[in-house]
């Protein structure tokens, strides 16, 4: 039982309400602790008397009363001073409280703290009463040996013998430190193994060499790092395992996984391991760092206690310098600034103190963001005012004098690295100085001693007049309006005297506002990297970024893949023939991979090529020495294992021609040549026949040379023949390795050829499933997808509505339903409340066809797609729960509630990139069957382009309006010619701005933001005219899109969404497009990241510097523009001259503007100029491509007719003058040649079979 000094608060109406009566279940007093209704910052804390280990904290609220605390968070500290913010696994650094006066509720820690000091802080309160709180502190003692080292001191563990060699260690410790640099840990051996632990800016590297001679003559060690701000002189845990090779290296709950590099497995030392510091550099190799500045606490060493040791003065270890053992209090206190807005402390300026006059400032600073204004203060003799800001990640020193006048110093490279940095401002002679950390001052001149006006305000500044005493002055604010600092700030000194920040808390100096003393609440959003796919983390104070340029992958935490995940899904979107990347598992962890396409034939192949295209030549192998061919594939095996197991069907052509090389016909019948499969297995079928047997596909079709043989190279002739034939067992393919071993005799030799790895089918696309009882619903694993999923599927149905999928957890749960005949819902709960995004369709969507739909769950936002209709997202809460945790089994059809079953057709379900086989349930499950009846149902495609099929009583139909194609089946072409003075303009009927939800839904339920900015673009061209206008897209707040061809010919792409900012202009490819040629263009933008794909380039991804949506879009021009004033120059030239060739397949979101411009002629919203006439791209350039080949052949059949004539001139004249016998030499020299041609050409085929 603690005493009633253990309790304190920040402050009590009377002494009923005193900290000390908050003891759970008693009634004492006021029957618990409540503080005054005017405390701006309540608080009470606990002192537990030790340091113990806190496992969970349980609240009430104050007895018999309306008084309880919702929400509070809890601070933690060793000493009472630089506390620290409990925080869950998740970040979340809320814990949720009562909900009446007397329910009990236990929070247990997901991880336990070592403290003295609990600091409760409510955060919410019973909105009808106050707050008031009885509560428990749960936790146990434990055992703590503690050695405090000054920086200069280390301890030093002596072997019994010369080296110590282990293969197995296992290192626990745990730190708190004063600095961000310091060695930990450090042994190192004459063979060249070290090992190293130490703090580089504030996070923990590990250098591990096992006898490595690569890096032992190497001056760059690869460090293993774990962690961040841990200069924060708060405790933390590390666990370094190893055994052999493979080591754990845990910080706090982070743990990294890695393999050593070198030569041997175990870790042999010399002499000695020292702790703290590397006390001499006499060692070869040894590398100096700063000694640790802290406290290390329960230092176990391959089960050597070596803090107890030390303690206790055995003599195998050996002390330098100061080492104590009780860690001594921290004496630097910090204060946050919380908020980028409204956070300042105001200090009253001392006297300076020398006789120079001027002043002096020093503080201490750490932060994320990029910009942030430090210090602000007016300067004598008036106007003048000095700003110190972080601007653009450096420090920027401004100096405002009279009549706008403005003097500027810098200093500082990304100083919102979030380590602490030092900077000085002096004022104290006639220039003023801006010093930072250990680099030279920045300087600005003055003319005359300028001194502090009255107060300097740090953060958000202060109001000031900006002009002095001048005509029409007034008190506007801030020069260079910027956001205040947000972070944290310690060692303030003023005119060298340190500013106290306990007086400014208890308001005995100064005055703050939004301020957080003695603590920095500073944490690391991007530890652990939640970016997936190697997508680069970027963080400021209060959130975190995604940078997924390079990866293949887009959205806010790079979840999505750009890529479609198959040459199937490409032909769908009405691609043609070329080179692709495709992604086989969408989202899941392989990433993309190139392949060629080929659409050529009614089915679309996927090929993979090999290193090996050519035929290889094999002579003087045997079995004891065979010929090994290894074939490398232009992908991952991963990736090869995703592509087939995804497809219908695989195959892989082999042949092996041969002469007196035999693939079987030994007598053990072991086989002479063979090949290995994917997974390494050595198989011996060759083409066309079943797996296990040895045989060929002349055997199979009864045509073998030598009917008494299995292939026609084991009949062991003289004359070459072939064994030829296709593998098509999807589990073998592909060949990874060719052996031959039967080419050593005389006379013996082989030539094969392995083909390319060729694929088609895409079995996810047509997986269906028919559900036809409300009741019935098909039952998967749970949900695993805890930080990141998506699901997408198609559906039909007639119902009103219906759940599609549900998964439940304790509290979680996410759901996907038509919650009516136009509208589908998403809603999810993760801890932070129910969440919820619908869209809305303007016609029925249970009207028998299919829908597409497609929603995604991140840390950092939600998001809803039905159709071609807006995206809706809902950003999560940047200190929220992130983890969704589910524990029942995933229900598709139907919820787990048996109600509310859907009634229709589901098909290619997909999350996380994996394709659920809702057919194979569907057998097993009564209500429900495999497929889905229609003809729209099937698994070829009716129709192309994203043309959308529609069942009818007695066939389908192609719908072709959200396609810019047209036809029965969506696979015409829709072009047109244009000349200079043609253009084609699309306006828009209603602005096309976002579409907000009205609906209304309970207030307790967290609503959708509106859409995100996105365009999709796609045309094709042909033309010889540069510079010309391709396209361009125009708003009534002065925005615009617009692509264009430049003079040189090259395609540039120019985004104009802030309109007090420069455009941003983008040139994908440098080569000239004006040539005649047909180019396809595709662009995609997603908030800032614009990706763009011309013909058959990969896609190349572009960052804008703005977000922004376009606002009211007014129209769409293809061809000539007449200026307009808010394009630049560039562009209003390319308008003027218009665009001459052929356009086609012209798409934007869901518009086809050349399509509506041909079918709607006089339709307002369609406006033609100069002559346009239908056409067709395709053919003229192959008309175009034809003609200049004609063109070639001519001059060429025309330059071989006269030389040929010529000739003939030259033969007749000697032909005259040759006598009979000269006559009949000339005939034996031509037989002599025609058998020296035709021996010629025998040998040739030879060297092609061999």
Known sequence: MLPQSSFQSSSQPSASYAAHNAKLNRRDGAGGWSPMVTDPEPWLQVDLGDRMEVTAVATQGRYD??????????????????????????????????????????????????????????????????????????????????????????????????????????????????????????????????????????????????????LRFSSSRVAVTVGSLLDDQHWHSVLIERFNKQVNLTVDSHTQHFQTKGEGDSLEVDYELSFGGIPLPGKPGTFLRKNFHGCIENLNFNGVHIIDLAKRRKPQIYSVGNVTFSCSRPQLVACTFLSSSSSFLSLPATAPS??????????????????????????????????????????????????????????????????????????????????????????????????????????????????????????????????????????????????????????????????????????????????????????????????????????????????ETSCEAYKLIGSSSGFYSIDPDGSGPLGPTAVYCNMTEERVWTVLTHNVTAPIRVQGSSVQK?????????????????????????????????????????????????????????????????????????????????????????????????????????????????????????????????????CYGDKSLWNAASFYQESSTLLFPTLRTELASDISFYFKTSAP?????????????????????????????????????????????????????????????????????????????????????????????????????????????????????????????AGVSSGCPGYCSGSSSLCHNRGRCIEKSSGYT???????????????????????????TFTFQEPFSVMQNRSSQASSVSRESSSRAREDVAFSFITSQSPAMLLSITTFSQQYIAVILARNGTLQIWYHLQTHKKPDVFSPLLGNLADGHLHRVRIHREGKDLYVQIDQDIHRKYTLSSDAELILIRSLTLGKVIKRDSFEEEVVQAGSKGFVGCLSSVQFNHVAPLKAALLNRGSSLVTVRGPLVQSNCGALADSITSHNLRGVVTAAVFIMVFILAVLIRLLYRRRAQRSDDSMKEHQRQSNRTELHLHNSLRDNMKEYYI
């Not at 120079?356 to 204004?373: A, D």
């Not at 995703?642 to 086989?671: M, W």
């Not at 596909?697 to 299995?710: A, G, P, T």
């Open 958 to 984: 192609c719908d072709c309006s959200q396609s810019a194609y047209g036809g029965p089946t969506c696979k015409e072409e829709v072009s047109v010619s244009f000349d200079r003075e043609s253009s084609v």
């Open 65 to 214: 009363s309306s008084d309880w605390v919702s929400t509070y968070m809890l601070l933690y500290s060793d000493t009472g001073q630089a506390w620290k913010q409990l925080r869950q696994d998740d970040g979340v650094g809320r814990f949720v409280g009562n909900v009446n006066s007397e329910a009990v509720v236990h929070n247990k820690l997901s991880h336990s703290v070592r403290t003295r000091f609990l600091r409760f802080v409510p955060l919410e309160w019973n909105p009808s009463g106050w707050l008031g709180v009885r509560l428990e502190v749960y936790g146990c003692s434990f055992k703590s040996d503690v050695a405090d080292f000054d920086g200069r001191s280390s301890l030093l563990y002596r072997f019994n013998q010369k080296s110590m060699s282990t293969v197995k260690d296992v290192v626990s410790l745990r730190f708190k430190s004063r600095q961000a640099e310091g060695v930990l840990l450090h042994g190192e051996g004459q063979r060249g193994d070290y090992i190293t632990l130490e703090l580089h800016r504030g996070k923990l590297a590990l250098y591990l060499n096992l006898d490595d001679t690569r």
């Open 354 to 563: 020398t006789l120079m006059g001027g002043f002096s400032i020093r503080l201490q600073f750490r932060t994320w963001n990029s910009e942030g204004l430090l210090l602000s203060t007016r300067l004598s003799p008036e106007p003048q005012n000095l700003e110190l800001q972080i601007s653009n990640s450096q420090l920027l020193l401004t100096l405002h004098g009279s009549a706008q006048q403005r003097s500027e110093a810098s200093a500082g490279h990304k100083v919102n690295d979030g380590l602490w940095h030092t900077v000085s401002v002096d004022t104290r002679s006639l220039q003023i100085s801006l010093t930072l950390d250990n680099e030279p001052p920045s300087t600005i001149e003055q003319w005359e001693q300028l001194g502090a006006g009255g107060s300097f305000s740090f953060g958000a500044c202060q109001r000031f007049p900006v002009c002095g005493l001048l005509p029409g002055c007034s008190s506007t604010g801030c020069h260079n309006p910027t956001q205040a600092f947000q972070g944290c700030m310690r060692l303030i000194t003023v005119n060298g005297q340190p500013v106290n920040l306990n007086h400014v808390q208890q308001g005995l100096l100064g005055n703050s506002h939004q301020i957080q003393f003695d603590t920095c609440n500073i944490r690391d959003r991007c530890l652990p990297n939640l970016c997936e796919h190697g997508g680069r983390c970027w963080q400021s104070w209060s959130s975190f970024s995604c940078d997924c340029s390079g990866t293949g992958y887009s959205g806010s935490t790079c979840h999505t893949s750009i890529y």
């Open 801 to 925: 509505s219906g759940v599609f999928l549900e998964n439940l957890g304790h509290r979680d749960f996410l759901r996907v339903e038509l919650s009516s005949p136009s509208e589908v819902t998403f809603s999810f709960e993760v801890g932070n409340g129910p969440s919820l995004l619908s869209v809305k369709s303007h016609v029925p969507l249970n009207d028998r066809q299919w829908h597409f739909v497609r929603v995604e769950r991140s840390v950092k936002e939600a998001s809803l797609q039905v159709d071609q209709l807006p995206l809706r997202f809902l950003e999560a809460p940047a200190d929220g729960h992130r983890r969704l945790r589910l524990n029942t089994q995933l229900f598709v059809g139907g919820a787990a509630s048996q109600g509310r079953g859907f009634l229709g057709c589901i098909r290619t379900l997909t999350i996380n990139g994996v394709t659920y086989d809702m057919e194979e349930k569907a057998m097993l499950t």
């Open 626 to 758: 065979p010929h090994s061919m290894t074939l490398n594939y232009s992908t991952s095996a991963e990736q090869l294992r995703a592509v087939i197991a995804g497809s219908e069907q695989c195959q892989q052509e082999v042949v092996y021609h041969c002469r007196k090389s035999r693939l079987f016909n030994t007598k053990d019948g072991r086989p002479l040549s063979w090949w290995l499969d994917q997974r390494g297995e050595r198989r011996t079928y060759w083409g066309g026949f079943l797996p296990g047997v040895q045989q060929c596909s002349c055997s199979l079709e009864e045509n073998c040379v030598d009917m008494s043989h299995f292939c026609n190279c084991d009949a062991d002739t003289d004359s070459w023949t072939t064994d030829m034939g296709v593998l098509s067992y999807k589990d073998h393919l592909p060949v990874s390795h060719v052996v031959v071993g039967d080419t050593n005799r005389t006379g013996s030799e082989a030539v094969y050829q392995i083909g390319p790895l060729r």
